[in-house]
């Protein structure tokens, strides 16, 4: 971990650190409140801001947050179980799925002014620390490659199968373009 970080689980007791860093940053893409992924999400019915508060404050939304030496979230990965995210590119997906898994990454966000710091690999690996302490298991996401070519920060909201790999996780197919599934087994602590 980066020396001036630490990494806290998102619950009810840190839901005022995550409100605060999406507030900081517009909604994060547009007000989605790292909400798109939720399988309880419903486009154009749900608000984003209060379906992930009842989320987090009801233990169905899961995170780690990575929080500087002042006390301010400067970033989140956010994980949960299979049931309750979905992922990017569902329909390739499916027609060639890997091994189960038991959890997911959905996204992981880094606040544009501590990009570059360690933050993205810091929030990848605490969220990994969090799914070992809730039992371990195949952990998946889909996620950019990025080695070769310009990508545009605002598509990698899912960070880059570069660092994934820096993580232990190994490319399993190609979904899209330059996506892919990629995976790891995470041992319970």
């Known amino acids: 971990m980066s020396a001036p970080y630490a990494v806290r689980a998102l619950d009810a007791s840190t839901w005022d650190l995550f409100a605060e860093l999406v507030e900081r940053n517009n909604g994060i893409y547009s007000g989605c409140w790292c ?17 992930k508060e009842e989320l987090v404050r009801t ?7 990575v929080v500087d030496g002042d006390g301010l979230a400067q970033g989140w990965c956010q994980y949960g179980g299979v049931s309750e995210l979905d992922l990017r590119y569902g329909r390739a997906y499916r027609q060639d799925p890997p091994p189960p898994a038991r959890w997911r990454i959905g996204c992981v966000f880094v606040d544009r002014h ?5 933050v993205a ?24 490659v990025t080695a070769g070519r310009q990508a545009q920060g605002r598509f990698l909201f899912t960070a880059t199968v570069e660092l994934f790999e820096e993580c232990g996780f190994t490319r399993e197919r190609q979904v899209g ?13």
């Not at 233990?59 to 947050?65: I, K, T």
């Not at 373009?177 to 602590?189: D, F, L, N, P, T």
């Open 35 to 51: 909400i798109a992924f939720h399988s309880d999400y419903q486009r154009g019915v749900s608000d984003p801001r209060t379906l």
């Open 114 to 118: 501590h990009r570059g710091d360690g």
């Open 121 to 144: 690999r810091d929030a990848l690996t605490g969220a990994l620390g969090l799914v070992a302490r809730d039992g371990g298991g195949r952990v998946e996401a889909i996620s950019e």
């Open 177 to 189: 373009k330059h996506a892919w599934i990629v995976g790891r087994a995470v041992e319970s602590a």
């Open 59 to 65: 233990g169905r939304a899961h995170a780690s947050l």
